[in-house]
Nanobody, 126 residues
Framework: QVQLVESGGGLVQTGGSLRLSCTVS????????MGWFRQAPGKEREFVAA????????NYASSVRGRFTISRDNAKNTVYLQMNSLKPEDTAVYYC???????????????????WGQGTQVTVSS
């Protein structure tokens, strides 16, 4: 059974930075894409960023491109989301997700991710 454990959320002021981490167990980590999604109160879950299994390709939502960076350390079975220049509209619960298809592209579609973490709260104060 695949398990994803996130950490790193918190409260930060506008313009600040946070780094989220997600450690995966229960599968061969390095061959599956990983993604980050977020869900704000009253809104649907939305794509933030994704990365291929080898880390060679990434995909970002337009709202975070240039401010957020997704990366992974396959030796540690961990994916990261570095968030800089945070804005109040970035406030949400952030979820780590594991792709369902090995060797695939970093999709932005929720249905391409089959395992999810419990979520970590990120709050950006104005």
């Amino acid at each position: 059974q695949v398990q994803l454990v996130e950490s790193g959320g918190g409260l930060v002021q506008t313009g600040g930075s946070l780094r989220l981490s997600c450690t995966v167990s229960g599968r061969t980590f390095s061959i599956y894409p990983m993604g980050w999604f977020r869900q704000a109160p009253g809104k649907e879950r939305e794509f933030v960023a994704a990365i291929t299994g080898n880390g060679g390709r990434t995909n970002y939502a337009s709202s975070v491109r240039g401010r957020f960076t997704i990366s992974r350390d396959n030796a540690k079975n961990t994916v990261y989301l570095q968030m800089n220049s945070l804005k109040p509209e970035d406030t949400a619960v952030y979820y780590c997700a594991a792709g369902t298809t090995a060797w695939s592209w970093p999709s932005n579609a929720i249905h391409d991710f089959g395992s999810w973490g419990q979520g970590t709260q990120v709050t950006v104060s104005s």
